[in-house]
């Protein structure tokens, strides 16, 4: 199991960008986040957990969900063990905790929660005038 800490929160008007990084630190087992499928999910508050962007592990293949489409991308640094998630076009929706998950088991990633079992302690994103 990795451990992962998200940073690059913060407060950002409406149309702004941030760029959040994954940081992973190399679990017992010696493996690395490029091992990895990693997955960005935001949580705002009274909502549930939800998928927003993820990249394979492998190919590199990224995917993101339709209402981030066109403003968020996720990307990885190998070497230094990173990925991230940069955001543009900022809207007040976008409100929410985000988090990185990491899964070994497949090479692909996904929306779904399940199947990740490596979790970051979330960094707050709030974009307000």
């Not at 957990?49 to 991308?73: K, L, M, P, W």
Request: charged share 20%.
């Amino acid at each position: 199991q990795l451990q992962l800490v998200e940073s690059g929160g913060g407060l950002v008007q409406p149309g702004g960008s941030l760029r959040l990084s994954c940081v992973a630190s190399e679990s017992a087992s010696g493996y690395s986040l490029y091992r990895h499928a990693v997955g960005w999910f935001r949580q705002a508050p009274g909502t549930e957990r939800e998928g927003v962007a993820c990249i394979n592990a492998v190919d590199d293949r990224t995917f993101q969900v339709d209402s981030v489409e066109g403003r968020f991308t996720v990307s990885r640094d190998n070497v230094n063990n990173t990925v991230y998630l940069q955001m543009n076009n900022l809207d007040p929706e976008d409100t929410a905790v985000y988090y990185c998950a990491a899964r070994g088991a497949s090479y692909r990633c996904s929306f779904s929660r399940s199947g990740y079992e490596s979790w970051g302690q979330g960094t707050q994103v709030t974009v307000s005038s």
